[in-house]
């Protein structure tokens, strides 16, 4: 007769939570019904429930257990903890138990062909990682475990681990009763992860709740350091939509610094052990393009079976070079989110610069006074309102995290459990740091600012802020279409929630400054740059890369590439780039290949770049980098737009050379642009018609050059004016001229944002598309609808 004790994972399926917990359910799940899809799941078995029950009738420790539990309070957490912890671990297994626990361990060591298989055991608690709550992180796991003694005291300590202070404190808030919860444990065989690599992979964004991306996390060793946050590791994001129809769509590679890892040590006492990685490692990604795909895809596979977003911990075996998915339980926190309120932080002062930048989690702003929390014996010292300080949290510190105004981090990624606790519980958090337990003291006024996009910053002083929200359920659409203007392409993963029709106008000069920062013809002339210094800034950033110029077409792809997926299937219009050529100086290795020109402003800028013998080589890395967005990535919603097209002929030219680097007018519905913000481009409109596909009307330039001002100066700013009435008889002009040859027409210029009188002019014209910097997107849809109500009808509302 099977013993009540042990199920194997081929036992077991998600129905099985009662007997078995979260974990060992969705380990079995996957084990039985997606290893025929693919999917590589480690073998293993849980020893049960009724296993963890029948201790505590045998050991005789279940009445004292439910007493102490009883006279737990907030306060008395830790004390309460320990007693019931040193209960357990000072009891005996019944000899039934251990003979169970003993067969299954000689099984499973068998199926590997070892005498002692090394192990991992986890907890599994029986009202773990449902689909609202997470208990990530709440009970523990011990890895690199060999040999029955090792085994039944790892066992002893998961059963122990659901007496944890977080545990307790965690079911108090979730209101789940302490007697209704028991506790299960995986036996797993070890994917031997401390010889490659290892890490987690969200089939959501976590920070915006984007449901078109996976995110994985990826760093070297065993997976530990990852979800606890001790290391900074790799960062990667796949576009879902394409990934199964024969594209290669990851978005995104950022490089974490991986400064250690952890390892299997020869110590039975302590199994693993701390390692720094060399330095020559932590330069280059931890996992290749084709693994980052394969994890991705089962990823897909995952979600598509639980028909809900996941959190999934993965794992890669350096003996045998193979993949394998070691947990995955529901994500609790993106898709729980209400997509119908925006919520928006906004500074109402000067911010001056930050002291300290890392990872943001969340899109909040909190301030207080620092508490530094540089060892646990402090943590009593907390008080509420305060940001907590720290190298990083452990999940014993989850009671203090909740009073928190925000929390500051050393080190960690986006996914270590800082990050994970700090989103469940809505308080801003910036992780990875590295400085800020040396450069905050406690006691210092701070402000933590996760609203300024991917980059979070830590201010020296409490600053003013306002939360903004807005119910968007009821939210009409104007017939008017109403796109965005966004140059951050980690940012555009939020963007992508308020209500609009696509991006009117992306910016690369924001992808090239940020990620990129060297400028393009030092990377294809980089044995004759004379600056030293530019080039070991540029052998660091290429680290990865062996030839250099394909740094800068991956780098652009890959940003072009992450606002075209998060916005997708809506158009995204990629404006080429436009630096002036004091900005193009500006970048790494720049000066060696810029002039210095008295105006830039009106100087070597936009389409005469792109033909120029002086540049044309740089061009086409831009060109490549969107061929590889669309045709490898699969973004086939995305446009082009030329700026500064000065005339009919550099227009043809430009177009040609798009051509000749895959990039042709009308295939797979390629639509190129031109920027109107030159009065040749009105003059010449109907030209212009003639080989276009649209226009999008810059008002900044327009209005620069309708009225002879130089935007940059001070002196004559008074003049500077969109609303002065030739620059809106030249709009007026272009847009009557489009519409006679059937071309779209938008603006993208800053104006309609700033006024909404303009808009409302532009709405007066028929103007096809307004595109506006997103914290105004609803203030002027809300003015462009109560002008369409005069004579036009608007849309049903949709995303």
């Known amino acids: 007769m099977p013993s009540k004790n042990i199920l194997w994972f081929n036992q077991t399926t998600i129905k099985d939570i009662p007997k078995v917990g979260g974990k060992n359910a969705s380990l079995g799940e996957m084990y039985q019904k997606l290893t025929a899809q693919g999917v590589r799941v480690p073998s293993g078995f849980a020893v049960t429930a009724f296993a963890y029950n029948d201790f505590l009738r045998y050991s005789k420790i279940k009445k004292d257990v439910f007493a102490i539990l009883k006279k737990t309070t907030k306060d008395n957490l830790s004390e309460s903890s320990k007693a019931i912890k040193r209960l357990i671990l000072k009891s005996e297994f019944s000899d039934k138990l251990k003979d169970d626990i003993s067969l299954a361990y000689k099984k499973l060591s068998a199926q590997y062909k070892m005498a002692r298989a090394d192990v991992a055991v986890r907890s599994s608690a029986t009202a773990e990682d449902l689909p609202t709550a997470s208990f990530a992180g709440q009970q523990e796991s011990y890895l690199n475990i060999s040999g029955d003694q090792q085994l039944f005291l790892a066992i002893k300590k998961c059963f122990a681990s659901l007496f944890s202070d977080r545990a307790i404190s965690y079911r108090i808030d979730q209101k789940f009763k302490h007697e209704k919860v028991a506790i299960s444990v995986a036996v797993q065989k070890m994917v031997r992860s401390d010889l490659a690599t290892s890490g987690v992979m969200f089939t959501i964004d976590t920070e915006s709740g984007n ?263 009821n939210l009409s659409r104007p017939k008017t279409k109403i796109m965005m203007n966004v140059g951050n392409p980690y940012a555009a993963l939020s963007f992508s929630f308020i209500p609009s029709d696509g991006v009117g106008l992306a910016r690369e000069e924001f992808i090239i400054s940020n990620y990129i920062k060297v400028h393009p013809l030092a990377l294809l002339n980089f044995s004759k740059l004379k600056d030293e210094k530019a080039k070991k800034a540029i052998e660091a950033l290429t680290a990865n890369h062996k030839n250099k110029p394909q740094f800068f077409v991956d780098k652009l792809a890959e940003g072009v590439g992450m606002i075209a997926a998060a916005f997708y299937p809506k158009p995204v219009i990629i404006r080429l780039s436009d630096f002036k050529s004091n900005e193009y100086a500006n970048l790494i290795g720049g000066a060696q290949f810029e002039p210095i020109e008295p105006n830039p402003m009106i100087g070597w800028r936009g389409a005469s770049r792109y033909y120029s013998d002086k540049y044309k080589k740089a061009f086409i890395l831009e060109c490549q980098a969107l061929k590889k967005a669309r045709e490898e990535f699969g973004l086939k919603n995305i446009k082009i737009m030329i700026p500064f097209c000065r005339t009919v002929a550099e227009g043809k030219q430009v177009i040609g050379i798009l051509k000749d680097h895959g990039l042709k007018q009308g295939q797979d519905g390629l639509e190129i642009y031109v920027m109107c913000e030159i009065p040749s481009n009105v003059i010449l409109a109907d030209e212009f018609c003639k080989i276009f596909d649209g226009f999008s009307i810059g008002s900044n330039d327009l209005t620069q050059l309708a009225l002879g001002v130089d935007r940059d100066s001070e002196l004559v700013s008074h003049v500077y004016d969109e609303n002065n009435e030739a620059v809106k008889k030249l709009i007026a002009q272009v847009i009557v001229v489009a519409k006679n040859h059937k071309r779209k027409i938008g603006i993208c210029g800053q104006a309609p944002s700033d006024f909404p009188d303009f808009a409302r002019f532009l709405v007066r014209q028929k103007i096809d598309s307004i595109s506006l910097v997103p914290d105004t997107v609803i203030k002027t849809t809300l003015a462009i609808l109560s002008e369409e109500k005069r004579g036009r009808k608007p849309r049903k509302n949709r995303k």
């Open 211 to 473: 449901s078109n991306v996976i995110l994985i996390n990826a760093a070297y060793g065993l997976g530990e350091y990852v979800v606890k946050g001790k290391v900074n590791p790799d960062e990667y994001y796949v576009f879902k939509e394409t990934l199964n129809k024969g594209f290669k769509p990851i978005t995104s590679r950022q490089i974490g610094d991986k400064a250690s890892k952890l390892v299997y040590s020869h110590n039975p006492q302590f199994p693993t052990k701390d390692q720094k990685v060399e330095p020559s490692l932590r330069l280059k990604y931890a996992l290749s393009d084709k693994e980052i795909l394969i994890l991705a895809k089962w990823g897909v596979i995952i979600e598509k079976h639980y028909k809900r977003p996941m959190d999934i911990e993965w794992a890669k075996d350096g003996q045998s070079g193979k993949l394998f998915i070691v947990q995955a339980r529901p994500e609790t926190v993106g898709s729980q989110k209400n997509l119908n309120v925006l919520e928006e932080y906004h500074f109402l002062e000067k911010t001056g610069e930050p002291i300290l930048s890392g990872d943001s989690v969340g899109v909040k702003i909190g301030a207080g006074l620092a508490r530094v929390i540089k060892s646990p014996s402090q943590l009593n010292h907390f008080k509420e309102g305060e940001v907590l300080v720290a190298d990083m949290t452990d999940p014993d510190w989850e009671p203090i995290m909740k009073k928190a105004s925000a929390i500051v981090t050393n080190a960690g990624g986006r996914t270590c459990h800082a990050a994970i606790v700090s989103r469940e519980l809505g308080v801003p958090c910036v992780v990875g740091t590295h400085g800020a337990t040396r450069k905050i003291k406690t006691g210092q006024a701070i402000t933590v600012s996760c609203s300024e996009g991917e980059v979070g910053k830590v201010y020296n002083k409490n600053i003013k802020f306002e939360i903004k929200r807005t119910n968007l359920k």
